[in-house]
């Protein structure tokens, strides 16, 4: 007997985790904040320590702060509370480019001893060294200036460096450099070290410094594309920054496509805050006529942010888990402060009642904090989950997007694990159906998909149509959902491309439930 190959060559093994897990359905928040670079197309903040980063990266002073604070400090029913905040700078305006540095500034008193120092700056591709004398600066708001006088005065190089400002941000603890002029094609260049004097690109921080280059603006509409073509894993995007009906309109429209009530991208939900009534009904008026839907309308009439509750309800649901879809209706606002308070003499005179006022903006299809009960047993909640146009409720959205990314996340799996999948034989189609099949058993334990329900006949005629096979109907009433997997067309070859129709029933939830009560013997 020799010696085993292991003596000289040991292996050790390990069972290896997919590739990709299916993440919860994380907030978007888009912000009009300038200490976000252009490198930046998104950041993403997470774990115990997410609302302490946010807050070292852009200071707590601002009102986002607050509200992210309330983001991660929602519990929802089952005691989870979300995991990641998505954040993206909207440029509302077009923005200039800007030398953001680092934090490892010199002390001042290092600074100070500086008579003659330099450092190279560079816009639009010309350089300029930029000489100070520090000897007299007092505090880095004082540098900042001095730096500042320096640069402005290549005005000769044009307003790239004649309107160019320079400050020193308490937040990042280091020094901003932004050129003179914005849009698209100005470019700031890489700090390099100085040639006279002392070099000072290191002694101020900006040897590494972040760069961001010059920018158009954009509609909102157009940032909810951006983001969605840089692949973001937020789902729920929504912003504090003021909207205009116009930016409104035009983003809802963007998410519909080109299916009209239907919205292209179930992963992306909008949604909106409204602070006035008013113009949540004249808005609202107006796209619940063009049919459209996907978009959450938030009625916040005590200007809470009511938008930020919504999405940490949604950014809590783990889809993992038996019976873990959500109603969207009755869930927990703690402090927040309901608009139903409506009952002294002057709103009953004046036909104001609470019941009144939730029927019209449910009529609407908005979503705002009530109270229900009485006394010392009133409940505070958050409702009524409602969407406008055909496709349905806000459930039966996220469920359906919950569906969709688990079923990419499977098959994505699949390609990466295997060498290959194959694409037609005896058993290609089986291999495929394997692969999809435990996406929506999955969903009819999470409760997105109902099991033994009743499919119309309207609904009837409308799966036949599209499967062409007299049993799918039957399938989806009985099992839940029913696929195939579609014969191969010259084209599908060609693509090397398999295609797939799918129909399910969804479970929804209960809203409201009627009684009626007959008395006899009376």
């Known amino acids: 007997m020799s010696l085993p190959f292991s003596k000289f060559v040991p292996i050790s093994a390990s069972v290896q985790s997919p590739s990709f897990t299916v993440e919860k359905k994380h907030m978007l928040l888009a912000m009009d904040n300038a200490l976000i670079p252009t490198s930046s197309a998104y950041l993403e903040f997470s774990g115990s320590s997410a609302v302490a980063d946010f807050g070292a990266y852009f200071g707590k002073n601002i009102p986002e702060y607050a509200e992210v604070q309330k983001y991660f400090g929602y519990l929802s029913k089952t005691g989870t509370s979300p995991d990641k905040l998505v954040v993206a700078r909207w440029y509302k305006e077009a923005a200039a480019p800007f030398i953001k540095g680092l934090s490892s500034v010199a002390e001042l008193s290092a600074l100070k001893a500086v008579s003659e120092g330099s450092f190279n700056v560079s816009f639009d591709g010309t350089e300029f060294l930029v000489v100070v004398d520090l000897s007299a600066a007092n505090s880095y708001s004082d540098v900042a200036t001095t730096i500042r006088n320096a640069i402005i005065a290549n005005s000769s190089a044009g307003e790239m460096f004649g309107n160019a400002s320079v400050t020193y941000s308490s937040v990042t603890g280091g020094f901003i450099i932004t050129a003179g002029e914005t849009g698209k094609g100005h470019v700031a260049g890489a700090v390099t070290a100085g040639t006279t004097g002392t ?36 789902y729920s995007i929504t912003t504090l920054e003021k909207l205009e009906q116009a930016d409104i309109e035009a983003a809802v429209q963007w998410l519909q496509g080109s299916l009209g009530e239907q919205t292209i991208y179930s992963l992306v939900r909008l949604v909106f805050n409204f602070t006035d009534k008013e113009t949540f009904k004249t808005v609202q008026q107006a796209l619940i006529e063009k049919g459209y839907t996907g978009y959450v309308a938030c009625v916040d009439l005590n200007q809470e942010n009511v938008n930020i509750l919504d999405c940490a309800i949604c950014a809590t649901i783990n889809f993992e888990t038996a019976n873990s879809t959500i109603n969207f209706n009755f869930q927990p606002a703690t402090g927040y402060t309901p608009i139903t308070k409506l009952g002294t003499v002057v709103d009953y005179q004046q036909g104001q009642t609470n019941l009144g006022l939730a029927e019209e903006l449910d009529s609407l299809y908005g979503s705002y904090i009530y109270s229900v009960g009485f006394g010392s047993q009133e409940q505070v909640l958050y409702g009524m989950g409602l969407m406008s146009g055909d496709f349905g409720t806000e459930d039966v959205q996220v469920n359906e997007s919950w569906l969709e990314k688990d079923t990419q996340t499977r098959i994505m799996n699949g390609f990466i694990a295997l060498n290959k999948l194959k694409l037609q034989g005896t058993d290609a189609k089986e291999f495929l159906s394997t692969m999809i099949a435990p996406s929506y058993e999955k969903g009819k334990t999470n409760g997105t998909i109902a099991q033994d329900g009743t499919v119309s006949e309207a609904d009837r005629n409308s799966i036949y149509q599209a499967m062409g096979v007299a049993g799918a109907a039957d399938s989806v009433e009985q099992n839940g959902y029913y696929f195939q997997i579609e014969d191969l067309s010259d084209e599908d070859i060609k693509l090397r491309r398999a295609r797939v129709k799918a129909a399910y029933l969804c479970g929804g939830v209960i809203n409201k439930v009627r009684i009626s009560n007959t008395l006899y013997g009376a």
Do not use: I
């Not at 954009?218 to 973001?232: G, H, I, M, Y």
């Open 199 to 234: 070099d000072l690109s290191a002694m101020l921080g900006l040897d590494n410094a972040v760069l961001s280059q010059g920018t158009d603006a954009e509609t909102f509409a157009e940032f909810c594309d951006r983001l969605l073509n840089a692949n973001s894993s937020g």
